[in-house]
């Protein structure tokens, strides 16, 4: 014990011997050797952000629809500045000074210590003046800026802004002053498109003046470009779009069937994504979103329009499939369909009828017996409906209604298809087939997108399956994730499909279908279901359809809102694009040039005067 | 040299630890005092180095309010160790021990990974770390067995139990990938040491650790004079003869001189001056043989042994080290709990090391740090916290710091010391040993003494669990003196 209690001067000795050690290295760093104070005086070690350009995007062709160019923005890093000459710095940007005066405000707001961008979108020959210039606490630094060669397709391509708040919040990536993708393929691809960003550590000596490199660029890193990404996207089909849907609201979407790969998506209004960029980006921003017709309003993807007469098919397939309804079934339509008090009326054909020309004539009589028999179907629960109901929506769903189809497109919405406790709650438990026998023709509750009814032609046109529609189809020549490349089967067997596919093919051939008078192009072989989707106003003109018969090319949808019959307005323009997508001419100028000058009135968009 | 200390100033503590025991005493306010200096320096350390002009002056959502609540819930567990009965740590030591050591084995299932160890759990909105709890438990656990009735350290049977206590958490944190908290309990060697363990081990251990870091710090050729003059201050030491080492070491300066300079500027051959002390001692060393052997004089094998095995052990760790790549260096020093460095080697103590010596004397002031703003310097509110101390309060502050850890871990001491009863000598020891291994570590890989090992600064860095650890580690000890002192007035 005595000798181990000697033991405790020879540990305070060490104890203190450790402390003095450690502060003779604090002496020797913090006093005796100067090198540290020099290295970090001044920011000694200026970070140097090396801006990635952003990715490019061409179309099925290699046309560009998306570019990038050259451009340098002006940063500040207050706690550097020196008093200098603003007039002069303000006539090389070309920003007034008021407007200078209240950037500079900003950046000091932010930070003094952090860089921030005070004129952005300058040329290389303003960046070459301001370097010469040398202003402290000013410099330069490498950006790209969008271009969009073809002004068209805004709410497809999207565009890029200033990330806010909760972007920085949300991704580490980002710092104050960088671009963010907003919408359509820039927002959706936004990981590819904007590359890495790289570092080059400078040592900058009390001026400001670059010294060299950091350690021999050892810790430097360079920029990663962003990806090309190739759109499925027809530039030239989609540019004949807009031009069709120039003076209505409405939207257009064409999709390759065997691949899910969208090839027109036009919107009616639409805009110049070009005019999202630069310096007048605000006030067209806030001239855009004001706009009535919301043309920021990505209608193809968001739009929840009742179907009408185009939503028969799937009623027939469900029928078909269900084994209450055999192709050779006639119903009798007697101007309409009337049970129980209530009647649905119809135009005036033949009767009765068969599947393939009820689908032909679209009669809604027919549809509605078909709906019924679904609903009321012994085994489901009887004219109780709600387990009839409940199957029948479970159909609806496997078509891609009622939910996202999970495209590219991040803004998609999900459309409607009424759970069977909707109907329980409005018509408190006391509701049949009856009650809902809208649904037979696409009416009622019933909320599709655009997208989704391209989705339900495309499915026809494979005969019972869709591949989940995209607006890319390769992220550097390599191919997307695999979800894309999956059939999603419906839940009803391709054989079902044959009598509706030859219903719509009457519909545009023979004589009293629907589609022949505006929409038969001879040789095209193309198959076409009207509709006319009525809601608040006028109704909607509505087509949808797919050519060839055989070995589909292209399946699209049209809506021109309040255009009235689907075959004024929605038919032409789906042949049109038909037509110039498989043959590459246009065989009916007049009709056409008609379409281009159609101009729908919209009092409820546009106000009373 | 001990006798000297022994008679001059030990003595002197001693008997002055003695006088106050018997006087009685209450609580340590010393102590106490020094640790509430601490946690106030250090939250508002903390503070400047999360703040961001960007963000609102207080905000309880970052580290440092998150930090404030800790601290709030540390000082209501200090009272309550304060409040409790001395004889509950003798009794919950192996609860204790056990109930941490389980802990830690979940987190090997349950744990959620941060920063590459394995070593956290979660519970709700907490994370806690089982490991900082682990000290605790060990230094009770050893304390215990150790003052149990017929321990002593020179008999195997308590030797491999107090090895047992030790490794099976150590074991754990291998487990874990947390290699860098396993070099904390290393600390014990403080304790045991006072406790009477063998001083070879240490002087052993001691050499083989100073070259082990010396072949980091220094050159070849200081390394190589560092052994010579180590062998011949043995040999001073052992035969009490301090001429002819004296006599050696200069003949071998002298020598080895003649020879560089007149190969440079006779023969003019540009050899290595490194090369020919290492030709020049290895004669000198021969030629010491030859004459210890003639002077009859025992044992001088050792001083040969020692000698070309140090040589030996240095020349092989470099060449082994050197011959690897890059890649494989950074793996071994990996593997060794030198945290792995994303931006490439040697940056983070670069940065760290010119924040710390651009703080200059008296430092740039509160909040006015720019290296460590900007995330110049990495994990700057947990492991390289130090810089912001160095940076804005400069070298001052750092002393001034570092005295009060100083001051902390000598009342440590001296309370173990006044306390009879060893289980309370040990548990204080252990906690000296911890604090000493904690401040040594950490502050030295921020100034590039060390390797860089992940572990927390106490009272400076963030993190809740290290925070209530620290206090807990500490007001045990407090209360154990406490507690010697009421058995004296009683």
């Known amino acids: 014990m005595e000798r181990n209690s000697a033991r405790y001067g020879t540990l305070l000795i060490f104890v203190v011997v450790v402390f003095a050690i450690i502060a003779a290295r604090l002496f020797h760093i913090q006093i005796i050797d100067t090198s540290y104070k020099e290295a970090s005086s001044n920011n000694a070690l200026r970070h140097e952000v090396l801006y990635p350009p952003r990715g490019e995007v061409v179309d099925r062709n290699g046309e560009y629809i998306i570019r990038s160019r050259e451009s340098y923005d002006l940063i ?47 040329s290389k020959e303003t960046k070459l003046m301001l370097d010469e210039l040398r202003i402290a606490g000013f410099n330069t630094v490498y950006r790209t800026v969008r271009s969009y060669p073809r002004k068209m397709a805004g709410n497809l391509l999207g565009y890029v802004n200033e990330v806010n708040a909760g972007d920085l919040a949300r991704d580490g990536y980002y710092r104050s002053g960088d671009y963010i993708g907003r919408s359509g393929i820039e927002a959706a691809y936004e990981k590819y498109l904007r590359g890495e960003k790289g570092v080059k550590i400078n040592l900058v000596d009390v001026h400001g003046i670059v010294q060299g490199s950091y350690q021999d660029g050892m810790y430097d890193t360079l920029p990663v470009a962003g990806k090309t990404l190739t759109a499925s996207l027809d530039a030239e089909l989609q540019a004949f779009a807009e031009e069709l849907m120039r003076g209505k609201v409405g939207s257009v979407v064409a999709i390759e ?84 008090g209530l009647t649905v009326g119809c135009h005036a054909h033949s009767s009765p009828l068969d599947l393939r020309h009820a689908i032909m004539t679209s009669c809604n009589a027919y549809f509605c017996y078909v709906l019924r028999n679904v609903m009321d179907e012994q085994e489901h629960g009887g004219a109780a409906s709600r387990g009839g109901y409940a199957k029948w929506a479970e159909y609806v769903r496997s078509f891609g209604f009622g939910r996202k189809l999970e495209s590219d497109f991040t803004a998609e919405l999900n459309g409607n298809v009424p759970l069977p406790e909707y109907y329980e709650k409005v018509y408190r438990g006391r509701w049949n087939s009856l009650t809902v026998i809208s649904l ?38 390599q191919p997307l994730e695999s979800k894309f ?55 909607h003109s509505v087509f949808i359809g797919f050519a060839p018969k055989d070995d589909p090319k292209i399946a699209i949808c049209v809506y021109v809102e309040n255009a009235g019959f689907g075959s004024t307005a929605a038919v032409p323009v789906g042949s049109l694009l038909m037509e110039q997508y498989l043959t590459d001419t246009i065989t009916r100028p007049a009709l056409a040039e008609y379409v281009k000058s159609m101009q729908i009135q919209y009092p409820h968009y546009d106000g009373a005067n | 040299m001990t006798e000297l200390i022994r008679e001059n100033s030990v003595s002197g503590w001693v008997r002055g630890g003695n006088k106050e025991r018997v006087l009685g005493r209450g609580v340590d306010w010393w102590t106490i005092g020094v640790w509430l200096a601490l946690v106030v320096m250090g939250w508002v350390n903390l503070y400047a180095a999360v703040y961001d002009e960007t963000q609102g002056a207080f905000e309880l959502g970052l580290d440092y309010g998150k930090q404030l609540m800790w601290i709030g819930a540390s000082m209501l567990v200090a009272l309550l160790v304060m409040l409790l009965d001395d004889k509950y740590y003798h009794i919950l030591a192996w609860p204790i021990y056990g109930l941490c050591l389980a802990a830690m084995l979940s987190t090997i299932v349950l744990g959620r990974e941060i920063n590459g160890a394995k070593a956290w759990l979660v519970l709700g909105p907490l994370s806690i770390q089982p490991t900082e709890f682990m000290k605790f438990a060990v230094s009770l656990a050893l304390a215990r067995h150790m003052s149990g009735y017929g321990f002593t350290l020179g008999r195997w049977r308590g030797l491999w139990r107090v090895g047992a206590i030790v490794g099976l958490p150590v074991a754990v944190m291998f487990m874990q990938h947390d290699v860098g908290s396993a070099v904390v309990y290393g600390s014990f060697m403080l304790m045991l040491y006072r406790e009477g363990l063998n ?32 062998c011949a201050a043995g040999f001073g030491f052992i035969h009490r003869n301090w001429r002819a080492p004296l006599v050696w070491l200069a003949s071998v300066a002298l020598v080895s001189i003649v020879v560089w300079t007149g190969a440079r500027f006779a023969l003019d051959v540009g050899w290595s001056y490194y090369y020919v002390l290492l030709a020049v001692s290895c004669l000198a ?11 009859r004089i025992g044992r001088f094998w050792v001083l040969v042994v020692l000698f070309f095995s140090s040589l030996a052990f240095v020349s092989a760790s470099g060449v082994v080290f050197d011959s690897l790549d890059l890649h494989q260096q950074k793996r071994i020093l990996d593997t060794l709990g030198v945290e792995s460095d994303a931006r490439g080697w040697g940056y983070n103590v670069n940065q760290s090391k010119i924040a710390i010596g651009s703080g200059g004397l008296l430092g740039k002031g509160f909040l006015e740090g720019t290296q460590t703003k900007f995330d110049f310097v990495p994990e700057q509110s947990t492991d390289f916290i130090f810089c912001t ?23 440590l001491v001296k309370m173990g010391e006044r306390c009879q009863e060893p289980f309370a000598r040990i548990y204080c020891y252990c906690v000296a040993g911890i604090f000493l291994v904690h401040v040594l570590i950490n502050t030295g890989m921020t100034i590039g003494l060390v390797p860089v090992i992940g572990i927390p600064l106490p009272f400076f860095s963030y993190g809740g669990s290290s925070f209530l650890a620290f206090t807990l580690l500490l007001f045990v000890a407090l209360r154990l003196d406490y507690g010697a002192g009421e058995e004296i007035e009683r």
């Open chain 2, 389 to 411: 101390v160095g940076e804005e309060w400069g070298f001052a502050g750092s002393i001034a710091v570092l005295a009060l850890f100083c001051v902390l871990i000598m009342r």
């Open chain 1, 440 to 477: 037979s023709i696409g009416q009622g509750e019933l909320g599709t997108s655009p997208l989704q009814m391209a989705n339900l032609a495309a499915t026809i046109a494979n005969r019972g399956h869709y591949y989940i529609p995209h607006v890319i189809k390769e992220i550097d020549g």
């Open chain 2, 199 to 230: 001083r070879w081990i240490y002087i052993v251990s001691g050499i083989v650790l100073g070259l082990f870091f010396g072949s980091f710090w220094i050159t070849d050729t200081g390394l190589l004079m560092a052994i010579l003059v180590g």
């Open chain 1, 76 to 122: 500040i890093t207050p706690l550097d500045a020196v008093p200098f000459d603003t007039l002069l710095l303000c006539r090389i940007v070309d920003v007034p000074l008021p407007r200078m005066r209240s950037q500079l405000e900003k950046a000091v707001r932010y930070s003094r210590r952090r860089p921030s961008v005070v004129v952005a979108g300058l």
């Open chain 1, 485 to 539: 490349y999956e059939p999603h089967h419906t839940a009803v067997d391709p054989e079902h499909f044959e009598p509706i596919v030859e219903g719509m093919y009457m519909a545009a051939h023979e004589d009293g279908g629907t589609v022949k008078a505006m929409g038969m192009v001879p040789g095209l072989e193309i198959c076409g279901k009207t509709g006319t989707s009525q809601n608040a106003h006028r109704d």
């Open chain 1, 257 to 340: 069937p065997s691949t899910g790969e969208i090839l027109v998506m036009a919107n009616g209004p639409t805009y110049d994504p070009d005019e999202l960029i630069g310096r007048e980006r605000n006030e067209n921003y806030a001239r855009m979103s004001s706009d009535r017709r919301r043309p920021l309003f990505n209608r193809a993807v968001m739009a929840q329009y009742p179907p009408g007469s185009t939503f028969k098919m799937v009623n027939g397939l469900i029928g078909l499939q269900e084994g209450v309804l055999r192709p050779e079934n006639r119903y009798v339509c007697n101007h309409g369909y009337s049970a129980g």
């Open chain 2, 285 to 295: 060393v021969a030629v010491a043989a030859i004459a210890a052997r003639a002077a």
